[in-house]
């Protein structure tokens, strides 16, 4: 669909993206049964824009590096491993999210409770930060200069300890692998305090995301590649509305009524039916 391809280049110019991917059940004809596949969400921090993306219902690296040919920004994600193969990629820096981490360290607490709890401290210090910064509405260049001065101390401390208590704790238990976890991740987990534009964690996609799961417990699964793919974008359109405070019926309404007004005209620029834009010209 035009429209889907576009909002995608639009959304690899930006310089900051965060992605996350979900199942999403698919019939596959030649198995005779309904089979597991991952549909992928990119979510644009800064405009609110989604794009979710079907490649086979695959979840392997090759979907990674198809997507993602080509941009040169920021990504933030979840510590899947096939998005470090973008890691060194010129001009993209990769992101983790301390959501993450800090769940591992919570998954722990009845293996090993005082170093869970000490790590879990740790990374609230960091979150009392970004509360700070809420609740003064500081400017990106402002949130960096505090996340300098209050952040960067707690995560050379931070670091400092998973080392030093990594040696301390039985191979392979939980609390061995949220320090791991945490430890492999360590500068991708720190390089938000460089831009105040970068989220602490990816929870803005991970609520992105929730539609996905409720339309998986009515509709059940998608009849084939093709009716997935079909899904992925119309729950690409339904999050960018729902990010531009619009009812996706009135736009779905205005993009049929007009849609076909850019078939011929090729001065015009299809990326003006998407909701924010139509929002901020007064047309919805």
């Not at 933030?76 to 591992?104: F, M, N």
């Not at 009515?218 to 079909?230: I, K, P, R, V």
């Not at 359109?237 to 049929?256: E, N, P, Q, S």
Request: proline fraction near 3%; hydrophobic fraction near 35%; glycine fraction near 6%.
């Amino acid at each position: 669909m035009p429209l889907h391809f576009r909002l995608w280049e639009l959304m690899k110019k930006t310089n900051y993206l965060q992605c996350d991917e979900t199942t999403l059940p698919v019939v596959r004809n030649d198995k005779h049964k309904t089979v597991k596949g991952y549909i992928w969400l990119v979510r644009d921090p800064m405009s609110g824009r989604q794009y979710f993306y079907w490649d086979k219902g695959s979840r392997s690296g090759e979907v990674v590096l198809k997507l993602f040919c080509g941009y040169q920004g920021a990504l933030q994600t979840d510590g899947y491993e096939p998005y470090e193969l973008l890691d060194g990629k010129k001009g993209v820096i990769l992101l983790s999210c301390w959501a993450h981490a800090r769940r591992k360290f919570s998954d722990a607490i009845k293996n090993d409770k005082e170093r869970a709890e000490k790590a879990l401290e740790q990374i609230q210090l960091l979150y009392e930060v970004e509360r700070q910064i809420k609740d003064q509405a500081l400017s990106f260049e402002d949130t960096a200069k505090l996340r300098t001065r209050l952040a960067y101390p707690i995560l050379v401390r931070f670091e400092k300890w998973l080392v030093a208590e990594h040696a301390k704790v039985i191979k392979g238990s939980p609390i061995e692998k949220a320090i791991m976890y945490t430890y492999k991740r360590f500068n991708k987990l720190s390089r938000y305090h460089l831009d105040g534009a970068y989220n602490i964690d990816n929870n803005g996609i991970e609520n992105a995301v929730r539609p996905v799961a409720v339309g998986r417990k009515n509709y059940l699964f998608c009849q084939n590649d093709d009716t997935a793919e079909s899904t992925a974008i119309i729950y690409s359109f339904m999050g960018c509305c729902k990010a531009a405070g619009v009812d996706f019926r009135t736009w779905m309404i205005y993009f049929l009524d007009h849609v076909h007004d850019y078939d011929e005209d090729y001065t015009m620029d299809i990326a003006d039916l998407l909701p924010d834009k139509l929002k901020m010209k007064g047309l919805l």
